[in-house]
């Protein structure tokens, strides 16, 4: 198998060994939305694991929690400070990789989530604020608030009414640096998705403003970036990208509600791993794979990093007052005495 392949492997044998030692956790989308993670932390998502608090990165939002195995798989194998002992513990008390992502807890996690269509909203709410800082602190030829809000959501997620409240205003307030990428493997935990649902997804998102393309095949990694460039190049309203995913790929349980939400087991790990051309034991990943998500950030994410830093500091000597806010939102000094702001809202 070519470098990519191996590398979305990888990514694919992590998440389903740490759902199998754990004896509990959703290797489906772990198995089928890996090419779609994997084509955005490598050609696409601005982040610096050495500065994982980077304040101009890209946030990417794990709507579908379920599926934290595959982001633990893609922080660890990134040079996030996830270390391999703490994919091991894979839901286990006190481990830095709890069944669901939790902001604060995991580096590299932008947001609690879990209960469907929560990181959706959460993620509207990351791409208004970044719309207002820009309008209000980027100037021309110097964008030191800049970037793109991406989040992985699955069929789910998008039956929520707090994602589709949420997804009205984002498309009323033509949210561009917005992409949402549609795990469309059209399977819900007990069954088929046209057992719940006929709409179309298509239509909806479009009536409530959005840009919208289709992937027809989830493996193809070129497809993919190709959908992620044209909604970067969107000016005008955020975009979700349906991608058509097999859940549970390469598994015996693949295209089943039966993938969803229960271990592959052992004879279905091993066969996975045939299908997969995967040979290595579990939790074993070559050095070359590490190498691969490194040198593909070094070009971008690093790279955007250190431009950013200079960036800031011309933006300092030409807008010394916008520079002040700025820093302040940087270092999180909002200033607010929020005693006093509230005292005269108490009961008298």
Request: hydrophobic fraction near 35%.
């Amino acid at each position: 198998m070519n470098k990519e392949q191996k590398s979305i492997n990888a990514m694919r044998v992590l998440g389903m060994d740490m759902v199998d030692q754990a004896n509990s956790g959703h290797p489906g989308i772990v198995l089928g939305a890996a090419p779609m993670v994997y084509t955005l932390f490598t050609k696409h998502l601005n982040y610096n694991p050495d500065k994982p608090d980077w304040f101009n990165r890209d946030r990417f939002i794990l709507s579908a929690g379920h599926g934290s195995a595959l982001l633990y798989s893609a922080l660890h194998l990134s040079g996030y400070d996830l270390p391999m002992e703490e994919l091991k513990n894979f839901r286990q008390w006190g481990s830095k990789t709890p069944g669901h992502p939790e902001y604060g807890h995991t580096v590299g996690v932008e947001a609690t989530t879990g209960p469907l269509g929560q990181g959706i909203s959460n993620a509207v709410g990351m791409a208004i604020a970044e719309k207002h800082l820009r309008a209000k602190l980027s100037r021309e030829n110097l964008p030191v608030v800049d970037h793109h809000t991406y989040v992985l959501c699955g069929d789910g997620d998008l039956q929520e009414g707090v994602a589709m409240e949420s997804a009205s205003l984002a498309g009323h307030l033509g949210l561009e640096k917005l992409i949402v990428l549609f795990d469309s493997n059209k399977i819900q935990l007990d069954g088929p998705v046209e057992d719940a649902s006929s709409e179309c997804i298509r239509d909806k998102f479009v009536a409530m403003g959005w840009d919208y393309i289709y992937v027809d095949d989830g493996e193809n990694t070129k497809l993919i970036s190709d959908a992620i460039d044209m909604a970067k190049d969107q000016q005008e309203k955020p975009t979700l990208i349906e991608v058509n995913t097999v859940i549970g790929f390469a598994s015996p349980k693949a295209g089943s509600s039966a993938a969803h939400g229960a271990p592959i087991g052992e004879e279905g790990n091993k066969k996975t791993r045939e299908a997969l051309g995967w040979t290595a034991e579990a939790f074993d990943i070559d050095a070359d794979v590490y190498e691969d998500f490194k040198s593909a950030n070094e070009s971008k994410g690093m790279k955007a990093c250190k431009l950013w830093e200079e960036m800031v500091a011309q933006y300092e000597g030409k807008y010394p007052e916008e520079n002040k806010i700025l820093q302040r939102l940087i270092h999180k000094d909002n200033d607010v005495d929020y005693d006093l702001a509230l005292s005269k809202y108490v009961p008298k």
